[in-house]
């Protein structure tokens, strides 16, 4: 007999219920999976994903969002570890292991523990601050938190400290908390600030603090800790300045190596400052510290030692600071080409860095050059029988020696010594078209230096088909350009028989693409026996008593032709140095200042 069809439908339906009943039927993510899930989204920085799968969400994505905030990471790694069930099933705990990366290597690891319950809604993560790191309780924040060491101090050749850290204090100004009187206050800044910074102007702060958003700091000066205890009293209740301090590579004394330790501090920035320690720590609602979490302190730099000598650097000041015009003085050691020292007075570092860049006729220091591409000829020596007349005539142009003095017929070595524009002429005129050019190199004038910590410009000496030209340049006072660095190479050149490759930051490398062939032997004896008769009988007496001097003196016109600097290129034992005294009107100054720098090294 048949079925009743609605019978079959029935026993359908109930062999249905049962296995329904069995748990076929999806119950939702498991305790593992929603704490999988809430570490993922917490890791790529998604906290409302992550808040939501909490029983607490507004309080969970609160803090989560400040974590987030406050640590800043780079990346955040999160996995679970174990899960652990309760013993009502309804309970479970999930392990985990955190990774935090800030960069540069800084990495924080740690494990910690969430409970899960399991509610109408499946399971959740039941909020605590100890979710994010077990250590972290009610009302408390994470902060990431960075600690510099101090920059490590740059030495001179002798240990001695040239820079080390300070404090320093930056006097700034807030326009947009200044009110409305700002030249006022600038006028009052300006006038309280004269007695350490004279240079400052109410015109500059005014026009500073124009060009500055209303809520940043427009720094005025920064000075020393010492400089501003002098004229704190002045400025420190004035509207909208604010004095924020710093700790900076300074200078162990004011305006000492003015023109070479900044640029030396700057190249080294990086090596001195160290590696940063960090540290993650809990703080209270008040913002104080309550517990270290991870540290990583810091690592210092090691001191970074230079070339400089303290002793003439400080001789070399000594003898330039005086000096009403632009003065300097570079001097450099042959055997090693390190660099001893660069020294401005107040006047010259107005226009820079001069000593090491600044373009000048080298005026008859550059006879040195000459004599030695005549020399190098190999038709003159030192005692060759030349022409010192008044004056000469090369081409039309009208060449005369200083005051038109006249030696007649005299040795080489006599018209070096007593420096006969009119001979020097003639020798270049007749010279080879690049035969000056190839001297100067062979001396490093003219060649291009990558000197770590410094920039430098030698000099320059044109090749010329022009015998006038030549004539001119011979005596330095053509188209020949050289800086005090660039003089300073070519006597130390002379002295060590090759071109010197300067020196200035131990274990870092000068680069140069200039490798000329030196000189031959006999001709550097001879220029060297010429340079030292420039002391003992020539334009240079007054080094007489300052040892065993060798150099050369130079007046050098410029402009209209009325106006000169004085030079005074030379060296003694294994010190080579060039004195540049600008508009000085002879050399007889720049003497003066070489004498009083020899006296002290």
Request: proline share 6%; net charge neutral.
């Amino acid at each position: 007999m048949p079925v009743p069809r609605f019978v079959s439908v029935l026993s359908g339906l109930l062999l249905l219920l049962p296995v329904a009943g069995c748990g076929l039927v999806d119950s939702g993510p498991s305790a593992k999976d929603v704490a999988a899930a809430f570490l993922a989204s917490f890791a790529s920085g998604n906290n409302a994903a992550a808040a939501d799968r909490t029983d607490a969400p507004e309080t969970a994505r609160r803090l989560l969002d400040t974590t987030r905030e406050e640590l800043s990471p780079k990346s955040v790694s999160a996995s679970v570890t174990g899960v652990d069930e309760g013993s009502d099933q309804q309970s479970t705990k999930a392990r985990f292991d955190v990774s935090w990366r800030f960069g540069q290597g800084r990495v924080w690891k740690y494990s910690g523990s969430m409970e899960l319950n399991e509610g109408k809604r499946g399971w959740k993560v039941h909020w605590r601050p100890s979710v994010i790191h077990p250590k972290l309780a009610a009302q408390q924040t994470l902060d990431f938190r960075e600690q510099h060491p101090k920059p490590a101090p740059i030495l001179g050749r002798n240990g001695v400290r040239m820079m080390g850290p300070e404090e320093l204090v930056r006097v700034t100004v807030v326009p947009g908390q200044v009110g409305g009187d700002l030249p006022g206050v600038a006028e009052k800044l300006a006038s309280g600030l004269e007695e350490v910074a004279p240079s400052v102007t109410s015109k500059g702060i005014v026009d500073g603090a124009k060009a500055t958003p209303p809520d940043q700091a427009y720094t005025v000066v920064t000075l020393r800790r010492a400089d501003y205890g002098k004229v704190k009293s002045r400025i420190y209740e004035l509207p909208g300045v604010r004095f924020p301090t710093t700790t900076q590579l300074v200078s162990s004394e004011q305006n000492y190596g003015s023109q070479v330790l900044p640029g030396v501090a700057e190249h080294l920035d990086e090596r001195v400052h160290g590696t940063a320690g960090w540290s993650v720590v809990t703080r209270n609602v008040a913002g104080a510290e309550v517990r270290t979490l991870h540290k990583v302190p810091p690592k210092p730099a090691e001191a970074v030692k230079t070339t400089l000598d303290d002793r003439v650097q400080r001789a070399a000041e000594k003898a330039v600071d005086p000096i009403g015009k632009s003065a300097m003085i570079v001097a450099m050691q042959p055997s090693s080409g390190d660099l001893l020292t660069v020294a401005q007075n107040a006047a010259a570092d107005r226009a820079g860095a001069v000593s090491l860049t600044g373009q000048y006729p080298p005026g008859s220091t550059f006879k040195i050059v000459t004599a030695l591409a005549a020399l190098e000829t190999g038709r003159m020596n030192l005692d060759t029988p030349v022409e010192c007349p008044g004056t000469t005539v090369i081409g039309n142009r009208l060449i005369p020696n200083s005051h038109e003095f006249d030696l007649g017929t005299v040795p080489l070595r006599t018209a070096f010594a007593q420096s006969c524009n009119t001979t020097f002429a003639h020798i270049a005129a007749d010279l080879p078209s690049g035969a000056l050019s190839k001297a100067a190199k062979q001396l490093g004038l003219g060649a291009d230096f990558v000197t770590p910590g410094i920039t430098t410009i030698t000099g320059e000496v044109p090749t010329t088909d022009d015998r006038i030209q030549r004539a001119a340049n011979g005596f330095g006072q053509g188209t020949v350009l050289a800086s005090p660095f660039g003089m300073a190479l070519v006597t130390s050149s002379v002295m060590r028989g090759e071109m010197v490759t300067p020196k200035l930051i131990r274990g870092e490398k000068t680069e140069t693409g200039a490798s000329p062939s030196a000189p031959s032997r006999s001709s550097l004896d001879q220029l060297r026996t010429m340079m030292r008769e420039v002391v003992t009988g020539g334009t240079a007496t007054e080094l007489k008593g300052m040892g065993e001097v060798a150099g050369k003196t130079g007046t050098a016109q410029f402009g209209d032709g009325t106006r000169s600097h004085g030079w005074f290129v030379g060296y003694r034992g294994d010190m080579a140095f060039a004195v540049l005294v600008t508009d000085a009107g002879s050399s007889e100054r720049a003497v003066a200042v070489a004498r009083s720098f020899l006296e002290n090294t």
